[in-house]
């Protein structure tokens, strides 16, 4: 769990965003669009990532350390969203931070989709769905945040980097429904009274 779940509000917003810790993993022929990473993923979805090592019989999805060597981007994004989402200005130092704001943006997408009275079953359709949605690319018009990513150099890298984000979105729908209904019960009211904050003030 991260140190920052039981600060308040007003603690959080004396904080800086956290940037990603995956940008000195990056090598040039990982990214597609000249500055979007191909991340390695913990994941069963076909695509081009590199697949991790998964995770021992005893680490939940939930907890996984941050050393280990199944920790992975969609880890990441997940375990830093509830700080990054209140801010409204984020300093990008590298194509992993890049990753950072698109999971964050999309997890906002998702928690718009679950209404507080779904069922388990309700939420993982919707959000499933909803990562299967077509979706902009940088590069794309719709794409909301093209002044800071470049686009595909090609019709090829185009189709890799929808491939993988296709990828990532099914591992963050995945993983943020079991923490939506961690309990047994839910929707978790905690994650939902993110849903109305605006990272960046965008939204994919």
């Not at 991790?52 to 005893?58: C, E, I, N, R, S």
């Not at 998702?110 to 388990?120: A, D, E, F, N, R």
């Not at 090829?156 to 047994?184: F, P």
Request: contains cysteine; glycine residues 6%.
């Amino acid at each position: 769990m991260c140190f920052f779940a039981n600060l308040s509000f007003k603690q959080l917003m004396n904080l800086p965003p956290y940037c990603s810790g995956h940008i000195a993993n990056i090598s040039s022929r990982r990214l597609p669009s000249g500055n979007f990473p191909v991340l390695p993923l913990r994941t069963r979805t076909r695509g081009p990532a590199y697949t991790l090592p998964p995770l021992p019989a005893d680490v939940s999805d939930m907890d996984v350390p941050p050393d280990s060597e199944s920790y992975d981007c969609v880890d990441e994004i997940l375990s830093l969203f509830r700080a990054n989402v209140l801010f409204r200005n984020f300093e990008i130092n590298g194509p992993a931070d890049r990753m950072l704001i698109y999971g964050t943006l999309f997890i906002s997408e998702c928690l718009g989709k679950v209404k507080p009275g779904m069922t388990s079953r309700e939420a993982e359709k919707a959000l499933i769905n909803v990562s299967l949605d077509h979706f902009a690319i940088p590069g794309d018009v719709a794409f909301p945040l093209n002044q800071a990513f470049e686009p595909p150099r090609d019709r090829q890298d185009a189709e890799t980097l929808r491939q993988y984000l296709s990828q990532v979105r099914q591992e963050i729908a995945i993983r943020l429904h079991a923490r939506l209904y961690a309990g047994g019960e839910g929707p978790s009211k905690w994650w939902l009274s993110f849903a109305k904050r605006k990272f960046m003030g965008k939204s994919l």
